[in-house]
């Protein structure tokens, strides 16, 4: 990125011009290939974060909704333990033998 120092009375006017077109023209395509090669990198970068983990996809969503199935379940179902009854002798533990 060296910039040309010239003084307009070293050059004629048309090739003034011509170099300063030139210029122009050169920092327009360096600044469009700066953009387009930014905008190519975080469409890569976008696609490569997002495109690793499909292969893990159906495992994943598997797994998920096994999981959700036996949360839900789980929730749901009557909880197994006895009514207390009244006047019911309570049973000793056993003695090891």
Do not use: K
């Not at 023209?25 to 360096?30: G, M, V, Y």
């Amino acid at each position: 990125m060296m910039g040309m120092m010239l003084h307009s009375s070293d050059v004629d006017p048309d090739q003034l011009q011509r170099l300063v077109a030139e210029q122009i023209a050169q920092d327009q395509a360096r600044g469009f290939r700066r953009y387009f090669l930014t905008r190519l990198a975080l469409v890569a970068a976008v696609v490569w974060l997002f495109s690793w983990p499909i292969h893990l996809l159906p495992h994943t969503v598997l797994w998920s909704l096994a999981a959700s199935a036996v949360f839900g379940i789980g929730l749901m179902s009557p909880s197994r333990t006895h009514r207390a009854t009244r006047n019911r002798t309570p049973t000793r533990p056993r003695s090891a033998r």
